[in-house]
T-cell receptor, first 116, second 111 residues
Framework: EAGVTQFPSHSVIEKGQTVTLRCDPI?????LYWYRRVMGKEIKFLLHFVKESKQDESGMPNNRFLAERTGGTYSTLKVQPAELEDSGVYFC??????????????FGPGTRLTVT | LAKTTQPISMDSYEGQEVNITCSHNNIATNDYITWYQQFPSQGPRFIIQ???TKVTNEVASLFIPADRKSSTLSLPRVSLSDTAVYYCLVGDRESSYKLIFGSGTRLLVRP
């Protein structure tokens, strides 16, 4: 079974540019999450999808961040315009609803974003 | 959502049992306790989850006392490949399965 994949693995952009990160969850997983680790700090929750619906986006830092999950499959996280403080590692995770193991989230390898 | 407190780092030797304790004093009644492992340049990986008493799977055991204000992850006979950062997390069903990561415990296993 393929795991959670993320693309790209690394991205270096200039301040003010736009970047779109992609996450492909494990097939059949309804729940999809985005997290990020800013340099030297803890992993922070950004938002949670159930299928194509946003269930909790309380962690989104501001309106420069837009997450979508059209069709309930893969998800994208767009940062526009990017700022220096957006640099960090962005993780995506997915989990299967209704297994009784709600917190067993499967994480992707992350996308390392550097804004210069 | 409860916060967690763990030791920053621990050292061990191959073959030893390692116990990592986490405190979560203000855990809510319906919070589960979950542990994740993370290697460099990888995403966190689920290890074990429990609500009370003891849970055991093929890689670890989790001990939770009756007051649930702490939990202990037990790794039997660690190997060099167990060198990683271990996170204790508390999850709250009311927050849509959002995970709140602490700073984690960096475990170094020496030969």
């Amino acid at each position: 079974e393929a795991g959670v994949t993320q693309f790209p693995s690394h991205s270096v952009i200039e301040k003010g540019q736009t970047v779109t990160l992609r996450c492909d969850p494990i097939s059949g997983h309804d729940n999809l999450y985005w997290y990020r680790r800013v340099m030297g700090k803890e992993i922070k929750f950004l938002l949670h999808f159930v299928k194509e619906s946003k269930q909790d986006e309380s962690g989104m830092p501001n309106n420069r961040f837009l997450a979508e999950r059209t069709g309930g499959t893969y998800s994208t996280l767009k940062v526009q315009p990017a700022e220096l403080e957006d640099s960090g590692v962005y993780f995506c995770a997915s989990s299967q609803e209704g297994t009784g193991r709600s917190y067993e989230q499967y994480f992707g390898p992350g996308t390392r974003l550097t804004v210069t | 959502l409860a916060k967690t407190t763990q030791p920053i780092s621990m050292d061990s030797y191959e073959g030893q049992e390692v116990n990592i304790t986490c405190s979560h004093n203000n855990i809510a009644t319906n919070d589960y306790i979950t542990w994740y492992q993370q290697f460099p340049s990888q995403g966190p990986r689920f290890i074990i989850q429990g609500y009370k008493t003891k849970v055991t799977n093929e890689v670890a055991s989790l001990f939770i006392p009756a007051d649930r204000k702490s939990s202990t992850l037990s790794l039997p006979r660690v190997s060099l490949s167990d060198t990683a950062v271990y996170y204790c997390l508390v999850g709250d069903r009311e927050s849509s399965y959002k995970l709140i990561f602490g700073s984690g415990t960096r475990l170094l296993v020496r030969p």
